[in-house]
């Protein structure tokens, strides 16, 4: 790998970077996110835990979104659970747009304390993996039990499981000061190489993956979280004695959410009428909440 890019570049921040190892048939995508998970933090007043969870599963969806065309398709990691103290979780990605929220039991997230378990918080869960690919209308789901130590090794298991591809995923989050910081690295082994093409066979153990494996799995969390440090900087350090690295442009990451008036509209207008006479409220005013934004939307119906 040459380094022409070594000059310096705006630190990366709220960005996604798409690289492929071309002789180790491997894919990857490295994201980190500042003022935009702080947006999408703030807009609850959630406990500690519940706030690192949602930083893993944003930077989690930014970086399987991030393997979509930038074609209107979605990404969307959504975790139902039963019998823990949350709820459900949803966060998606669609054209550098991200979101989610948690939805959980305040008593019972507070009597876990800060060091919650996995098991803790979703008791007997599953995470659904949800690919819209909005040029071919084409849906694809996997769904997984939640296992694992981390939303990380869960989303792992969903791609050596439902697709069959060895995958290495690297999470670090920092939510210590006001200006929280969480990154991800996702990498990948695809049997013939190139992106779109056809996937053979793929063995976890090949000794090209278990290379790629080694250099990308040691990434520090600090070298994740360092603002300091450009993204191309990091890869370079990763992966900068292989003959080859194709780095795509860095790709900005924004908070975006679908809720406005219009569109609420929009989807009360296919409810049938009787249905949105229900919905009204005294004032003949239909009230809908964007649980992405925590916000209210009256509707005039
Ligand atoms: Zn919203």
Redesign the pocket.
């Known amino acids: 790998m040459t380094s022409p890019e070594r000059t310096r570049e705006p630190a990366s921040i709220d960005q996604l970077l798409g690289f492929t190892l071309s002789d180790r048939h491997a894919r990857g995508r490295m994201v980190r996110l500042g003022p935009v998970l702080g947006r999408i933090l703030a807009a609850h007043d959630y406990p500690r835990v519940i706030k690192e969870l949602l930083a893993e599963a944003l930077v989690l969806t930014a970086v399987m979104g991030a393997l979509l065309k930038r074609d209107g398709s979605q990404l969307t990691l959504q975790a139902q659970t039963r019998g823990g103290a949350i709820d459900l979780l949803v966060c998606d990605y669609r054209d550098g747009e991200l979101?989610g929220y948690v939805s959980f039991d305040p008593k019972r997230c507070a009597a876990l304390g800060e060091a919650a378990a996995l098991s803790d918080l979703f008791g007997e869960g599953y995470l659904a993996v949800t690919f819209d690919l909005d040029a071919t209308g084409e849906r694809y789901q996997g769904i997984v039990p939640l296992e694992g130590q981390s939303l990380a090794q869960a989303v792992e298991a969903y791609f050596a499981r439902s697709e069959q591809v060895p995958t290495l995923i690297r999470t670090a989050i920092d939510l210590r000061s006001n200006h929280p910081i969480a990154g991800a690295l996702l990498i990948q082994h695809l049997a013939e190489g190139e992106e779109g093409g056809e996937r053979l066979h793929v063995r976890p153990d090949h000794p090209e993956w278990q290379h790629v494996a080694i250099m990308g799995g040691s990434v520090e969390p600090a070298e994740l979280l360092d603002t300091e440090l450009p993204l191309s900087e990091l890869l370079w350090r990763l992966f900068h004695e292989e003959r080859e690295v194709r780095v795509q442009p860095l790709m900005p990451v924004s908070r975006g959410?679908?809720?406005s008036v219009v569109h609420f509209e929009e989807v009360l207008a296919r409810f049938p009428k009787e249905d949105r006479r229900d919905m009204r409220d005294d004032n003949g005013v239909i009230v809908v909440d964007?649980?992405?934004?925590s916000?209210e939307f009256a509707i005039q119906d």
């Open positions: 979101r959410c679908r809720c964007c649980a992405f934004c916000r």
